[in-house]
């Protein structure tokens, strides 16, 4: 007999909060628990493959400090662009909100 899925949520929900503590840390340990040999086998694969391509030269390589440092200037070229456009959508907003409050009103 398949019981359904709300049915188990409302028992779990009954349970202890160490329980249910318990039993969500046994259910996260299974999903991050290797499926199979054959994933680690595929990633075997594909470091050696990568190690090889460095071997040579296929593939650019750089120190971390550098690619850390590039990442957070791209972040922030990225996050300053944003920046500027919320700042021209602000500015073109209160524009339009200036002209339209001023022809309902007049000038002030």
Do not use: C
Not at 19 to 48: M, N, T
Not at 60 to 85: F, N, T, W
């Amino acid at each position: 007999m398949v019981r359904a899925v709300a049915e188990i949520e409302r028992e779990i929900r009954q349970l202890s909060d160490g329980d249910r503590e318990k039993l969500l840390r046994s259910l996260i340990a299974q999903l991050d628990a290797p499926s199979d040999g054959d994933v680690e086998h595929a990633w075997l694969v594909e470091s050696h493959r990568r190690l090889d391509e460095i071997e040579q030269g296929k593939a650019h390589v750089a120190p971390g400090p550098q690619v850390m440092e590039d990442a957070h200037k791209l972040v922030k070229s990225i996050r300053d662009q944003s920046l500027y456009s919320g700042t021209a959508r602000n500015a073109a907003f209160w524009h339009t909100h200036q002209r339209t409050t001023q022809k309902l009103f007049g000038e002030r």
